[in-house]
T-cell receptor
Framework: EAQVTQNPRYLITVTGKKLTVTCSQN?????MSWYRQDPGLGLRQIYY???????DKGDVPEGYKVSRKEKRNFPLILESPSPNQTSLYFC?????????????FGPGTRLTVT | AQSVTQPDIHITVSEGASLELRCNYS??????LFWYVQSPGQGLQLLLK??????LVQGIKGFEAEFKRSQSSFNLRKPSVHWSDAAEYFC????????????FGKGTHLIIQP
């Protein structure tokens, strides 16, 4: 089954404690993205990746890092989380075969930073 | 840069009534347009998409949307809503190619009255 998986699904942490949210897709897609969702703001792109070792900033990259060492994995790293990063995070994988941007989303990770 | 506007933050509809959710986009070239639904506590599910061709597209769960280039709109419709349609609905535009990800509207919260 084609899918995007994220772990953990829920995470409560404290300010400044480094964390990583993993994302993996099994569709052999080259393009992957991270979004955060906040009430009244919709989804905003944090980072995206066009292939292994190729990443770029989205609309709200401050406070985040990503890496793409393998095609299937695209982890999101918060080196020093702050309360304003409390949010719902989605990883997405893009169907690059169509070239039309259709994205498949993971189930989401709800992060709370206290 | 592309943008998406969903003018209605909340919409309340009686069960069995018809529904139209508005979406306006701004994009310089041919847009690739999507509607996603997010049920409470759930991830994003693709309802339908428009790439080219017939401007009236059919989706899942009885939804349809019409692309109107002259109005830069991609409104979502359903002839008769069910209580299970209560959710958050997001319109999104893709830049094509897939690398840049999607730009989302801020969402419309649909409330169904019995």
């Amino acid at each position: 089954e084609a899918q995007v998986t994220q772990n953990p699904r829920y995470l409560i942490t404290v300010t400044g404690k480094k964390l990583t949210v993993t994302c993996s897709q099994n569709m052999n897609h080259e393009y992957m993205s991270w979004y955060r969702q906040d009430p009244g703001l919709g989804l905003r792109q944090i980072y995206y990746s066009m292939n292994v070792e190729v990443t770029d900033k989205g609309d709200v990259p401050e406070g985040y890092k990503v890496s793409r060492k393998e095609k299937r994995n695209f982890p999101l790293i918060l080196e020093s989380p702050s309360p304003n990063q409390t949010s719902l995070y989605f990883c997405a994988s893009t169907d690059d075969q169509t070239g039309k941007g259709e994205q498949y989303f993971g189930p989401g990770t709800r992060l709370t930073v206290t | 840069a592309q943008s998406v506007t969903q003018p209605d933050i909340h919409i309340t509809v009686s069960e069995g009534a018809s529904l139209e959710l508005r979406c306006n986009y701004s994009y310089g070239a041919t847009p690739y347009l999507f509607w996603y639904v997010q049920s409470p506590g759930q991830g994003l599910q693709l309802l339908l998409k428009y790439f080219s061709g017939d401007t009236l597209v059919q989706g899942i769960k009885g939804f349809e949307a019409e692309f109107k280039r002259s109005q830069s709109s991609f409104n979502l419709r359903k002839p008769s809503v069910h209580w299970s349609d209560a959710a958050e609905y997001f319109c999104a535009v893709g830049a094509g190619g897939g690398a840049d990800g999607l730009t989302f509207g801020k969402g419309t919260h649909l409330i169904i009255q019995p």
